[in-house]
């Protein structure tokens, strides 16, 4: 029951921040870790915002999760800590409508791929993840902090 109540607190304090993001991309936007056009899927697009003001572009939550969890990969970008990261946005699977990737919930398993392959995808509401789950055989549920480097790998098969 605890555990039910600190859900919903930390899921009404995601949906009433006052943070709106943004998604502009166009059709030269490709993807830092996939080098995909990300204009040609634009329900999976996902973005880190830096602190210097760049943005950074993914095909699906996988690629950016794999940036984000292994920034080092990619040392062209000049990621040199989490600490250089000002916004993490992912695209909601069911409204179409970006949101904060930390708040998100991430359904694992199902039988929906990314352009990315095998994904996670991301709900803002656990709700929602739920019942997306129920019906495309999704396995497991995950909060942003519940997602591996282990688990990416997986994925990627």
């Not at 129920?134 to 990627?156: A, C, M, P, Q, Y």
Request: glycine share 6%.
């Amino acid at each position: 029951m605890y555990k039910k109540i600190l859900m919903v607190l930390a899921l009404v304090c995601v949906l009433t921040a006052n943070d709106s993001y943004n998604m502009n991309f166009d059709r030269e936007t490709t993807c830092t870790v996939r080098n995909f056009k990300v204009y040609e899927a634009p329900q999976w697009v996902c973005k880190i915002e830096l602190n210097s003001g760049k943005e950074l572009f993914f095909c699906s939550p996988k690629s950016m999760l794999e940036f984000y969890l292994v920034p080092g990969r990619w040392y062209h970008v000049g990621v040199k800590s989490e600490s250089d990261f000002k916004n993490i946005v992912v695209t909601d699977y069911e409204t179409l409508k970006p949101i904060n990737a930390r708040g998100a919930f991430y359904v694992y398993g199902s039988n929906t791929i990314s352009p990315a392959g095998d994904d996670l995808i991301p709900f803002a509401t656990y709700d929602a993840a739920k019942k997306f789950a129920s019906e495309h055989n999704g396995k497991r549920i995950l909060s942003f902090t519940e997602i591996s480097v282990g688990l990416i790998d997986w994925l990627n098969g």
